[in-house]
């Protein structure tokens, strides 16, 4: 008879209560992070430091780099929020018995949201334009919502049939870029976009 005495069998309870502890922790950092960011980008722009978020999360800031190895890492986690909230307003707006402006109301929450804080429209411009993004995902969602207010609106005859939507989200990102440090003027500029630069010049003669 073996007397050796024999390891203790291992407690696979004991092993995934501790996963479930650790990847608990790994999200409260990560909620932590992300509310500090937003509030400190709030306050001092998209360039603020990154050890006053990581000191305002209450973590090191080994762990912001862990959870967002790089500024824009952080910057597009912020936007991934930002994108679907806009999503899920284009899907409120897709009833609505004015198409046009409809569309219109999307495009200055659109502004508004990208221009939450400084820094934070060039990043969206940047996105909307790189396919290949770890955004890219909620980005497209956000777009193809978007993109049905557009269509609803082309359909009705409110917006021209020549229009592409990719140029009009272009052009919103262009303007919440431009107006960042001065939002009051983004609605006139997105006015002056919807009118056109141009009147229409009378025909004479006729």
């Known amino acids: 008879?073996?007397?050796?005495?024999?390891?203790?069998?291992?407690?696979?309870?004991?092993?995934?209560?501790?996963?479930?502890?650790?990847?608990?922790?790994?999200?409260r950092n990560r909620a932590r992070l992300l509310t500090a960011a937003r509030e400190t980008f709030l306050r001092d722009g998209a360039d603020a430091s990154l050890e006053g978020v990581a000191r305002l999360a209450g973590v090191g800031i080994g762990t912001l780099y862990r959870h967002f190895p790089t500024r824009q890492d952080l910057l597009e986690a912020l936007l991934t929020d930002v994108y679907d909230d806009l999503a899920a307003r284009a899907r409120d707006l897709l009833p609505s018995p004015e198409p046009g402006e409809a569309l219109m109301t999307w495009l200055r929450a659109f502004i508004s949201h990208v221009t939450e804080f400084r820094g934070m429209a060039a990043s969206v411009l940047v996105t909307l334009r790189d396919e290949r993004s770890d955004l890219f995902h909620s980005c497209r969602t956000m777009r193809a919502e978007a993109e049905s207010l557009f269509v609803r609106a082309q359909k009705t005859g409110d917006v021209p049939a020549a229009a592409d939507f990719p140029d009009v989200l272009t052009l919103a990102g262009a303007i919440a870029m431009a107006t960042e440090q001065q939002p009051a003027t983004a609605d006139r500029l997105v006015s002056l976009a919807a009118t056109g630069l141009l009147s229409p010049k009378p025909h004479y003669g006729q």
């Open 1 to 27: 008879m073996d007397d050796t005495p024999q390891a203790p069998a291992p407690d696979h309870r004991l092993a995934r209560t501790r996963t479930r502890t650790e990847r608990a922790d790994v999200r």
